[in-house]
């Protein structure tokens, strides 16, 4: 099992940017590809989808995030990106990574969710 880290939140005022990154914490082989998904979820709201990048590179948003946030990929850094721009209060959240898939490609670690990163854009 890998644990998955992700960065890059704080406090941004209203149409400001940030960009944050989903990193594996341990080594693992470059064949080992996953798709991987963004979710946010705020204090007493469900869980939302964000965004998702899969193993060949297609990419999908949210609609109340599409045309401001775009994901991508380092491969060889292990590290997924979510870079946000025209942020909104309704962003604020806890922003979180994971596998798109429980179980992992034969012969790679599991990748394991991580604690999050916080987002908040005052109103």
């Known amino acids: 099992q890998v644990q998955l880290v992700e960065s890059g939140g704080g406090s941004v005022q209203p149409g400001g940017s940030l960009r944050l990154a989903c990193a594996a914490s341990?080594?693992?082989?470059?064949?080992?590809?996953?798709?991987i998904i963004w979710y946010r979820q705020a204090p007493g709201k469900e869980r939302e989808f964000v965004s998702r990048?899969?193993?060949?590179?297609?990419?999908g948003y949210a609609d109340s995030v599409k045309g401001r946030f775009t994901i991508s990929r380092d491969s060889a850094a292990r590290t997924v990106y979510l870079r946000m721009t025209s942020l909104k209060p309704d962003d604020t959240a806890l922003y979180y990574c994971?596998?798109?898939?429980?179980?992992?490609?034969?012969?790679?670690?599991?990748?394991?969710r991580g604690q999050g990163t916080q987002v908040t854009v005052p109103s």
């Open positions: 341990a080594y693992y082989h470059s064949y080992c590809q996953y798709s």
């Open positions: 994971t596998a798109a898939r429980l179980i992992p490609p034969r012969g790679c670690p599991t990748l394991l």
């Open positions: 990048i899969n193993i060949n590179g297609t990419i």
